[in-house]
């Protein structure tokens, strides 16, 4: 399973990595949502873990610019927001699942 991580914070995003690579998963980190838009139409990913509060393009708006280009692959919200409206606003923009740090 191919998985992209989407965090601004290189120690968490190489610790999720190396706690999904212990499950068979190969993960890309990217720290900042236009590395990811770019990278993204030669890639291919199986899910997506995203963070809301990115550099440049918040977490939010990277999961409402993906589906409105048409992308499908599910996305995990995974941010210290802990607020009700971040949920419901980053369900309403798509993302699939939200959960808040540290999540166990």
């Given at each position: 399973?191919?998985?992209?991580?989407?965090?601004?914070?290189?120690?968490?995003?190489?610790?999720l990595?190396?706690?999904?690579?212990?499950?068979?998963?190969?993960?890309?980190?990217?720290?900042?949502?236009?590395?990811?838009?770019?990278?993204?139409?030669?890639?291919?990913f199986?899910?997506?873990?995203?963070?809301?509060?990115?550099?440049?393009?918040?977490?939010?708006?990277?999961?409402?610019?993906?589906?409105?280009?048409?992308?499908?692959?599910?996305?995990?919200?995974?941010?210290?927001r802990?607020?009700?409206?971040?949920?419901?606003?980053?369900?309403?923009?798509?993302?699939?699942?939200?959960?808040?740090?540290?999540?166990?």
């Amino acid at each position: 399973m191919r998985i992209a991580i989407i965090e601004d914070d290189p120690s968490l995003a190489r610790q999720l990595a190396d706690n999904l690579a212990g499950e068979g998963t190969t993960c890309h980190l990217y720290g900042d949502s236009k590395a990811f838009l770019h990278a993204m139409p030669r890639e291919s990913f199986d899910a997506c873990i995203v963070d809301l509060v990115l550099p440049g393009m918040d977490g939010r708006t990277l999961v409402k610019t993906l589906r409105d280009r048409g992308y499908e692959v599910p996305i995990l919200v995974l941010t210290a927001r802990d607020f009700e409206a971040d949920v419901i606003l980053s369900l309403e923009a798509g993302a699939d699942d939200y959960l808040v740090k540290p999540a166990r």
